[in-house]
Structure formats: C-alpha cells, structure tokens
T-cell receptor, first 113, second 112 residues
Framework: DAGVTQSPTHLIKTRGQQVTLRCSPISGHKSVSWYQQVLGQGPQFIFQYYEKEERGRGNFPDRFSARQFPNYSSELNVNALLLGDSALYLCASNNWGGGDEQFFGPGTRLTVL | GQQVMQIPQYQHVQEGEDFTTYCNSSTTLSNIQWYKQRPGGHPVFLIQLVKSGEVKKQKRLTFQFGEAKKNSSLHITATQTTDVGTYFC????????????FGKGTKLSVKP
C-alpha cells in the first residue's frame, strides 16, 4: 500500500507570495493533520481535518488555511509568506477510531527568500 | 499551555553503548507516542504507551510510561549506527487524536 504522499517535495518562494501544499493520505484514512517543523525542533501542529471538517487548529496566524476534499486529500495554504515560514511541512494521516498512530508523509521543504 | 519537554537535546555515543532519552509533560497524558526521524527524513511511529507504569520492548528498545502518566523514557541497549536519528516523544493535546504536542527531540549520533 502507498504511504502518505505530499507535493511538491521542495519549494522556493519570496516574501509576500502565496503557497499551496498538497497531501494524499493512506487509502482508507479519513483524518489528515498538518505540522510545521522548523530545523532543530519537533513538529508543531497546524490543522487537523476529519471528514472534510476542521477538527483542530494550532497556534498559527490566519495566513494559514487548509481544506480537505471528498477523496480525503488535503491542501495547506499559506498567504503573505514570511521568512519565518521556512520549514518542513509535514502531513500525517490517521485511521480515525482505529488507533492514535500518525503516519507522516515525506514533507514539503519550503524556503522563503 | 501544555508542554512536552525532552532531555538531553543531543547525545553522542560510541557504538555498543547504551542511550536513554527522557520526556516530561506539563499535564497528564492519555497516552504517549514515540517517533524516530532519520536525518533528512520524516517522523516514523515507534510505539504508543497507554497505561500507567507501562513498559514495552522492541528488540533493543525499551519504552516506559510513568505512574503519573506525565513522563516517559526510551532506552536503547547496545546502540548501533542504524539507531542514528532524532527521537521524539509526543502526547495528544486535550485528548485529540491527530493533534500531537511533540518534544524538541533528542538527536542521537553513534560513532562506529
């Protein structure tokens, strides 16, 4: 079975631009969470979606938004990029109700210049 | 707010030596999870502990969950070069499944 997939792998943007990151969960998983991982730190929770509804939001500004589609894939959008948004963005899927294990994708490395 | 702390931040060992990382939460956790992230990789789930005082073993890895369900440890016996990576503990925020609070991790390097 395919694991969690994310695209693109790497992305370079300039300050003020907007970016969209994409995630496809493991087949059968209906829950998707997004995390931001700055170099040398643990992942920080941004959003969780389950059955296309937002189930949790971390302490991130409104410039960050997300959505989940009927096929359970998800997009993370970040507007008005700042230098501090440079990070590895991780998507994790979970078999809601079937265990707490989070399956992480390979991540998207975003660099803001 | 809820916090999860890990020590040490870095650990350098000679191959064959043991390694331990400690995790402490500011609040009681319903469960604690451990993840390993290889250099350049993504976090990979190792184990989940749920019960107070629980001890689980995976080959050379031993995981413990404290009696108060606020602390945990991971011990690796006789480290190997394949153990290199950063080990994170994580607990659910407010009991929410997909909303995990991660510690800053312990980065393990192993000298052959």
């Amino acid at each position: 079975d395919a694991g969690v997939t994310q695209s693109p792998t790497h992305l370079i943007k300039t300050r003020g631009q907007q970016v969209t990151l994409r995630c496809s969960p493991i087949s059968g998983h209906k829950s998707v969470s997004w995390y931001q991982q700055v170099l040398g730190q643990g992942p920080q929770f941004i959003f969780q979606y389950y059955e296309k509804e937002e189930r949790g939001r971390g302490n991130f500004p409104d410039r960050f938004s997300a959505r989940q589609f009927p096929n359970y894939s998800s997009e993370l959008n970040v507007n008005a990029l700042l230098l501090g948004d440079s990070a590895l963005y991780l998507c994790a899927s979970n078999n809601w109700g079937g265990g707490d294990e989070q399956f992480f994708g390979p991540g998207t490395r975003l660099t803001v210049l | 707010g809820q916090q999860v702390m890990q020590i040490p931040q870095y650990q350098h060992v000679q191959e064959g030596e043991d390694f331990t990382t400690y995790c402490n939460s500011s609040t009681t956790l319903s469960n604690i999870q451990w993840y390993k992230q290889r250099p350049g990789g993504h976090p990979v789930f190792l184990i989940q502990l749920v019960k107070s005082g629980e001890v689980k073993k995976q080959k050379r890895l031993t995981f413990q969950f404290g009696e108060a369900k606020k602390n945990s440890s991971l011990h690796i016996t006789a480290t190997q070069t394949t153990d290199v990576g950063t080990y994170f503990c994580a607990g659910p925020r407010g009991g929410s499944q997909g909303n995990l609070i991660f510690g800053k991790g312990t980065k393990l390097s192993v000298k052959p």
